[in-house]
């Protein structure tokens, strides 16, 4: 970490070139003598990064920022307050894998105290720093291993967190025990010193499988983003035993709705087959993830197309649906379709259909728009069907 870099004068010409292209600051001459114009370059690239994704960070004086990896692969703000929802207030929280420090900030916000463990020293510094800057005073800054820090330390807390890395010697894994730090051999011992421990993985993970590697599983969390999967949660509790109930988070904007079920009712529900009737039905990404395709059906009263197809319809229009809610305007069967459209604008969404949406723009020569949508899907009796419809 280069303290010249939060000199006024440095801050200001990164200000100044706030907008730059990093690639070409890099390859000028820096104007300072102890800032190297690769330092600045990272500074302006991660800076940029932030913007959208840690509008706090951005918006404050004197952040010091990592190489854009970090940035990357930090929380976004409202998946860290989610998270910081999860844990007991005026409780203690340690993160064995603080990072860049995003959930370790949220998580201060309503913890007594929250200790931060970083392996990277650099990335350890740097939100040590951060944190000064943004004026929280209740977090503790271990640069070491998480893992062995909280099995050689006699300390217990309320709440453990981990965010095992998903990159191993520069390969990415997608399964929990390929992961750094292995929590399947880990879990013991993290649940002797907490009372819940909380995993974030991937979004591409198994739930099942990770469920049945993982032992007192109470809780599992999807959340997704404006309709994009961002990350899963495994909470464990110490002596639970029983079927987790899981949550599909559906956060957009300032908005945000939970879907909460078991495996159970899942199992147990059932729904019937139905052409598309006034109103077409497309659940978010976090419903699909959580495996949730039967009980979704029962509890709005929707009919669903096809039994692989993840469309709802309804006569009646369902306002509080956790998904797009579209008007449907025709209906076709696809060969009829194949012969009496062109010329045709429209969003393209195939489900449960054999081409995909790339061959199907080429095939029908269909433009991009934004108002129109067109589902290509198998409906009732495994028929291929075209439905145009509009948002609503």
Known sequence: MNREVLTPTVQRFLL?????????IALSKSPFEKVSSSDLATQIESRQKAKKKLPLWFHSDSIYYPPSISIEQASSEPTALYKSKLI?????VIDLTGGFGVDTFYFSLRAKVVVHCEIN????SIAAHNTKQLGRNNIQ?????????IINNEDS???IFVDPSRRVNTKKVFKLDDCEPNIIQNQDELLKKSQQVIIKTSPLLDISLSISQLKHVKEVHIISLKNECKELLFILEKDFVGIPVIHAALINDSKEYIF???ETEEKESSFQIEEPLQYLYDPDVAILKAGCFKLLAQRYMLKKLNLNTHLYTSNNKIESFPGRVFKVKETFEYKEFKKTKANLSANVIAKNFPLNVENLRKKHKIEESENDFIFFCKTSNDKLSVIIAERV
């Not at 100044?16 to 070409?24: Q, S």
């Not at 007991?88 to 203690?92: G, Q």
């Not at 800054?141 to 820090?149: K, V």
């Open 88 to 92: 007991p207030e005026n409780e203690t």
């Open 121 to 124: 020293p650099e990335l350890s």
């Open 260 to 262: 909460s079920f078991s």
């Open 16 to 24: 100044e070139k706030a907008n730059a292209d990093p690639r070409k």
């Open 141 to 149: 800054f271990i640069n070491g291993n998480g893992i062995d820090y």
């Open 157 to 159: 807390y309320n709440t």
